[in-house]
């Protein structure tokens, strides 16, 4: 079983709102991502890194940012929620060795008014 | 990145073996081949990998063609909790860096029916 965290599970707020989204993972992974998947449709990396301090932008373009302090955190933030942020972000990791096997988080599902 | 295909929808009885289908043409000879499924909207799970060798696990068994252009999940006992979103992913590592990265396609939809 994965240890890997994601809070809140479901976020409802306003337009305009800065938020946080929580992912953190107990198995020592170098190696995490976001994702974000609207109902239906495919998942979409947005944001990776490889390690402390390292962070890149996946394939999706996101207005999102994020940052690697420490090796177990890996938070999203969005400065000002907009409507069409609205969407399930999930967060993964992995070891980061040659084969990639990625442990997902329950995800987040953010729902901007 | 290599591409997959599969079949968007795929359904099966209860007990049954569900064997889902992938291609994977233009596969390199360093890429893994995995499948993951989701379940409604969960985070996806982790099945199983392999590269050239057939491979079972707990949960499946995968079988690699030998030209390893294609490849079958197996699912020997499907059960109701087996409905999901099975995807079959080809696992980049450009270039031998530490950044391997997994593109998520449609999948297929497999519908487990009593």
């Known amino acids: 079983e994965a240890d890997i965290y994601q809070t809140p599970r479901y976020l409802v707020i306003g337009t305009g709102k800065k938020i946080t989204l929580e992912c953190s993972q107990t198995?020592?992974?170098?190696?995490m991502y976001w994702y974000q998947q609207d109902p239906g449709m495919e998942l979409h990396l947005i944001h990776y890194s490889y390690g402390v301090n390292s962070t890149e932008k996946g394939d999706l373009s996101s207005e999102s940012t994020v940052s690697r302090i420490r090796t177990e955190h890996f938070p999203l933030t969005l400065e000002s929620a907009r409507p069409s942020h609205t969407s399930q972000y999930l967060c993964?990791?992995?070891?980061?060795?040659?084969?990639?096997?990625?442990?997902f988080g329950p995800g987040t599902r953010l729902l901007v008014l | 990145d290599a591409k997959t295909t599969q079949p968007p929808s795929m359904d099966c009885a209860e007990g049954r073996a569900a064997n889902l289908p992938c291609n994977h043409s233009t596969i390199s000879g360093n890429e893994y081949v995995y499948w993951y499924r989701q379940i409604h909207s969960q985070g996806p799970q982790y099945i199983i990998h392999?590269?050239?060798n057939n491979e079972t696990n707990e949960m499946a068994s995968l079988i690699i063609t030998e030209d390893r252009k294609s490849s079958t999940l197996i699912l020997p006992h499907a059960t109701l909790r087996d409905t999901a979103v099975y995807y079959c992913i080809v696992g980049s590592n450009a270039g031998g860096t530490s950044y391997g990265k997994l593109t998520f396609g449609q999948g297929t939809i497999l519908t487990v029916h009593p």
């Open positions: 993964a990791s992995s070891e980061g060795l040659i084969q990639e096997t990625q442990y």
């Open positions: 198995m020592g992974h170098d190696k």
């Open positions: 392999g590269l050239k």
